[in-house]
């Protein structure tokens, strides 16, 4: 059965530019977040949609948006890219609209640089 | 401000000793912990959980301890393996309900043979 999968697995914008990561959630999974990875720090979320709606927003400006499809698989946008939004994209689902209990499942995510 | 805190980048364990990755948290509303282990390339792996009704948890070699009074926790890793060596990341959530993760920055353990 496969996992989380990201697309792409790395990618190189140029400042300015806009970028959309997507994501295909465990087949059955409800729910999908993204979370930003920056070197030498832990992930920190940006967004959690379930059902196609979103239920939880980080602390992020406006550039940052995403939505859920109908077989719940997600894209992340970022506009008017910066430098400081290089970074590890992940990606997690879990069944339900919280996934603290089932332990949320990450995919591998996608490297993000900025130049 | 960072709501969970693990001080030690990094962690070096003989084989076949005792690993103890600790993490430190401030929100004191936190009611669900989880420790998430990560290699290169891959991303992060659920390992255990512990609820704040419970002060240990225990999964195969791997323990998580709960000191809520010190809002302290503790992954114990007996016996270490070399495969056990990866970044490991403490996270905290809020509420049941909760729908997001507070990570730690990590701390790197390397299993020496």
């Known amino acids: 059965d496969a996992g989380v999968t990201q697309s792409p697995t790395h990618l190189i914008k140029t400042r300015g530019q806009q970028v959309t990561l997507r994501c295909s959630p465990i087949?059955?999974?409800?729910?999908v977040s993204w979370y930003q990875q920056v070197l030498g720090q832990g992930p920190q979320f940006i967004f959690q949609?379930?059902?196609?709606?979103?239920?939880g927003r980080g602390n992020f400006p406006d550039r940052f948006s995403a939505r859920q499809f109908p077989n719940y698989s997600s894209e992340l946008n970022v506009n008017a890219l910066l430098l400081g939004d290089s970074a590890l994209y992940l990606c997690?689902?879990?069944?339900?609209?919280?996934?603290?209990?089932?332990?949320?499942?990450f995919g591998s995510g996608t490297r993000l640089t900025v130049v | 401000d960072q709501q969970v805190k693990q001080n030690s980048p990094s962690l070096s364990v003989q084989e076949g000793r005792i690993s103890i990755l600790n993490c430190d948290y401030t929100?004191?509303?936190?009611?669900?912990f989880l420790w998430y282990k990560k290699y290169p390339a891959e991303g992060p792996t659920f390992l255990i959980s512990?609820?704040?009704?419970?002060d240990k948890n225990e999964d195969g070699r791997f323990t998580v301890f709960l000191n809520k009074s010190a809002k302290h926790l503790s992954l114990h890793i007996v016996p270490s393996q070399p495969g056990d060596s990866a970044v490991y990341f403490c996270?905290?959530?809020?509420?049941?309900?909760?729908?997001?993760?507070?990570f730690g920055q990590g701390t790197r353990l390397t299993i020496n043979p």
């Open positions: 997690a689902s879990s069944p339900e609209a919280t996934g603290i209990y089932y332990g949320y499942t």
């Open positions: 087949s059955g999974h409800k729910s």
């Open positions: 949609y379930y059902e196609k709606e979103e239920r």
């Open positions: 929100n004191s509303m936190f009611d669900y």
């Open positions: 512990i609820s704040s009704i419970k």
């Open positions: 996270a905290a959530s809020e509420g049941q309900g909760a729908q997001k993760l507070v």
